[in-house]
């Protein structure tokens, strides 16, 4: 409709890389000549969101297609009114042309443009050919690009894990240095961009890159200081085999949560918080309540973790208790405990890295594949056997 209506419009960024990989795209980006305003009037489905620089989302069914107006190079006298001290963007809705929106964008795999119409691709920045070299390259001066949005950073490294491409060692060079102006990045906005990092199939390898660059510790800062401490000699693994199981169910199109993510991310904090004050005294029940909110207020500093999602962790975290009581009607109950798979399911993770019995894990598994006699046998094996007293029969009074 946009071209029928005589404006300009080309799939862009992300999509056309995919296509040109040869991979699925996840979603579709359209840009234009035409003013957000102009494309609400065009499509009734149509709402404008951003307030740095406002787009549209168009609804067809259940796809959005999200339509931006081509960008321009801002003049000085805008940047300078635009800008935060450290160089960060707040306001960019200065439009301009095709050439100059490419020149806006952050990557050069990112900025190429497909015409629908014949099937060309518009390239103003060697991006086919970066394509082709597996390169990722940011557009313009590294340094001054990463200013204007930090949140650059973690796409550098998103990107290049998803694609398995190496960032070109100028565009590399500033990561480390700057990694302290994720500082400043809302809370709300960094949750989002952690979905992107850690739920796109291949969180293990964004977490070592996150790490390499050294930009991990300003996103969960307590887990960096736990996980560079060993346990008896030997680096903690709970992460990223966390990491690594979430990649296999995203892989397999299988559900994952927000909730399990954190509660593998932030774990070895409250452990270690837990074992501190039960140290100094606290009752267990007590030192884990006090933990468990101190780390998650800590962590919403950083990421802002809705309720839903936080509430959840915690019941992860308070029910690795429960798997020590296999007695009596205890273990029946609590297979029925709505968060009992999720909490398995860490149990496991647990096992797996070392830091829980085999055995509990292989208990806890079976019973679960056995009938209900099958269960209550195991349970009854696990009962110690009792001796009954005999009473003594009192003599009859005379």
Same mark, same amino acid.
């Given at each position: ?29 359209? =840009? ?6 102009? =494309?609400? &009037? ?63 964008? @952050? ?23 970066? +394509? ?5 390259? =940011?557009?313009? @001066? ?6 204007? @949005? ?16 190496? %960032? ?14 994720? +500082? ?24 070592? +890159? ?8 300003? %996103? ?65 029940? =007590? ?32 029910? !690795? ?44 598994? !079976? ?26 029969? !009192? &003599?009859?009074?005379?």
């Amino acid at each position: 409709m946009l071209k029928e209506t005589g404006f300009v419009a080309y799939l862009v960024g992300g999509c056309v890389r995919d296509l040109l990989l040869g991979r699925e795209p996840k979603d579709f980006d359209v =840009v234009t000549d035409a003013r957000p305003e102009e =494309v609400r &009037k065009l499509f009734r489905n149509a709402r404008l969101i951003g307030r740095r620089f406002r787009l549209a989302h168009v609804r067809f069914g259940r796809e959005i297609i999200e339509v931006a107006t081509f960008r321009a190079i801002p003049r000085e006298a805008d940047a300078r009114e635009g800008r935060t001290a450290e160089g960060r963007i707040l306001q960019d809705n200065v439009f301009g042309t095709q050439e100059e929106d490419a020149l806006r964008r @952050d990557f050069t795999v990112n900025a190429l443009y497909y015409d629908v119409r014949d099937f060309s691709v518009v390239d103003y920045v060697n991006g086919v050919q970066d +394509l082709k070299q597996g390169v990722l390259r =940011v557009i313009g @001066d590294p340094e001054t690009r990463y200013r204007e @949005d930090p949140v650059r950073l973690l796409r550098a490294v998103r990107f290049a894990a998803k694609l398995g491409f190496k %960032i070109e060692p100028a565009s590399a060079a500033p990561i480390r240095e700057l990694g302290y102006l994720l +500082l400043d990045v809302p809370p709300a906005r960094m949750f989002e961009e952690l979905i992107k990092l850690f739920h796109g199939g291949y969180g293990l390898e964004t977490y070592e +890159l996150l790490r390499t660059y050294d930009l991990f510790k300003y %996103i969960f800062p307590l887990t960096e200081e736990a996980l560079s401490a060993e346990e008896q000699g030997y680096p903690l693994t709970l992460v990223p085999r966390a990491l690594a199981n979430t990649d296999a169910r995203v892989q397999q199109g299988k559900p994952v949560t927000p909730a399990f993510l954190f509660a593998a991310m932030l774990w070895e904090p409250v452990r270690r918080q837990l074992e501190s004050r039960t140290a100094h005294g606290h009752k267990r029940y =007590v030192a884990f309540q006090l933990a468990a909110n101190d780390v998650l207020a800590a962590q919403a500093q950083r990421v802002a973790l809705p309720r839903r999602f936080s509430v959840m962790a915690r019941d992860i975290w308070a029910l !690795q208790s429960r798997f020590e009581r296999r007695s009596g009607k205890q273990a029946l109950r609590f297979l029925e405990h709505r968060r009992f798979r999720a909490a398995y399911d860490f149990l496991l993770l647990r096992v797996e890295a070392g830091e829980e019995r085999p055995e509990l894990g292989e208990w806890w598994t !079976q019973i679960q594949e056995v009938d209900e006699a099958g269960r209550r046998a195991m349970i009854n094996q696990l009962a110690p056997a009792h001796k009954r007293k005999r009473r003594r029969r !009192q &003599k009859s009074q005379p």
